[in-house]
């Protein structure tokens, strides 16, 4: 069973500041098959990056993704207010067919 | 325009049973990989169940041999039949299409969950 990990559990930044995010696998992910979704409270999860570094449809470009084997890194460039939420990595693998990280919240400074 | 649109969520006695229901507009259910995916309160997302293009189903360790998971292509609908419900089982159950082509096996679209309450 792949296990992911998520780095900071919180973080705290102003608008304008740069997000570094990371998500660490106990086993090396498929990069094809690892995702990052954004969740805001009282909505449903929306995917941000598939594929590691795919951005999905209408997501801005201050969002990147990267990384390989277990390390794994979403990037907001430049936060705006709407930015503010949790982020959970997600992979796709065996026994769960499926498995989230345990999210990072990105909160107000 | 894809929405999921969940149904079904209840509050229910321990040892009970529900079925959840999602309705799919926007696109073919039975074209798709299709998963449950639910949320404690509180807490982050857990998936549950998936069923795949060709009806194969797969269950995360917490719900199998409880709940089962089934489409009715006449209907577009994707169901979770939950038994044997333990409090741990409460969440919000959010139905979710996966995507396709480099987007295979992530999740692309969510419904906004139905809330199944598991209590006496």
């Known amino acids: 069973e792949i296990v992911l990990t998520q780095s900071p559990g919180t973080l705290s930044l102003s608008p304008g500041e740069r997000a570094t995010l990371s998500c660490r696998a106990s086993?090396?992910?498929?990069?094809?098959?690892l995702a990052w979704y954004q969740q805001k409270p009282g909505q449903a999860p929306r995917l941000l990056i598939y594929?590691?570094?795919s951005r999905a449809t209408g997501i801005p470009d201050r969002f990147s993704g990267s990384g390989s084997g277990t390390d794994f890194t979403l990037t907001i460039s430049r936060l705006e207010p709407e930015d503010f939420a949790v982020y959970y990595c997600?992979?796709?693998?065996?026994?769960?067919?499926?498995?989230f990280g345990p999210g990072t919240k990105v909160d107000i400074k | 325009e894809v929405q999921l649109l969940e149904s079904g969520g209840d509050l229910v006695q321990p040892g009970g049973s529900l079925r959840l229901s999602c309705a799919a507009s926007?696109?073919?259910?039975?074209?798709?990989?299709m998963s449950w995916v639910r949320q404690a309160p509180g807490k982050g997302l857990e998936w549950v169940s998936a069923?795949?293009?060709?009806?194969?189903?797969y269950y995360a360790d917490s719900v199998t041999g409880r709940f089962t998971i089934s489409r009715d292509i006449s209907e577009n609908t994707l169901y979770l039949q939950m038994t044997s419900l333990t409090a741990e089982d409460t969440a919000v159950y959010h139905c979710?299409?996966?995507?396709?082509?480099?987007?295979?096996?992530?999740?692309?679209?969510w419904g906004q969950g139905t809330l199944v309450t598991v209590s006496s």
């Open positions: 979710v299409r996966e995507g396709r082509g480099a987007a295979d096996n992530q999740f692309d679209y």
């Open positions: 997600q992979q796709f693998g065996r026994s769960p067919l499926f498995t």
């Open positions: 594929a590691t570094s």
């Open positions: 069923v795949g293009t060709v009806d194969d189903t």
């Open positions: 926007g696109f073919t259910v039975s074209r798709y990989g």
């Open positions: 086993q090396r992910v498929d990069s094809r098959y």
